[in-house]
């Protein structure tokens, strides 16, 4: 069974830093690639950033420049670092892995940029 837990969401200030971590389990990890999408309140779910398999990057431009998104293929996991997190961040953030033809989905966890 494919699982994928996201973890270290939570309330922020306005300049402040937060590291989501997704782990992955239930499938050879390292062989796929690997994306973090979120939703705002109100708003479509749209991809923040994502990772092949063989480490390449990319990550939507409202992001560039301040979230950095890494695996670890030892762990099984994902990392998004997020730095000078703004209000529009806030948002449930979730994490996918595309193995051919299959999407799997983590559960989201909320972030909050607040002051």
């Known amino acids: 069974q494919v699982q994928l837990v996201e973890s270290g969401g939570g309330l922020v200030q306005p300049g402040g830093s937060l590291r989501l971590s997704c782990a992955v389990s239930g499938l050879r990890f390292g062989s796929y690639a690997v994306a973090w999408y979120r939703q705002a309140p109100g708003k479509q779910r749209e991809s923040v950033a994502d990772?092949?398999?063989?480490?390449?990057?990319n990550s939507v431009d409202s992001v560039k420049g301040r979230f950095t998104i890494s695996r670890d293929n030892a762990k099984n996991t994902v990392n998004l670092q997020m730095n000078s997190l703004r209000p529009e961040d806030t948002g449930v953030y979730c994490c996918?892995?595309?193995?051919?033809?299959?999407?799997?989905w983590g559960q989201g966890i909320q972030v909050t940029v607040s002051s």
């Open positions: 996918k892995v595309v193995a051919g033809r299959l999407s799997f």
């Open positions: 990772i092949t398999s063989g480490g390449s990057t």
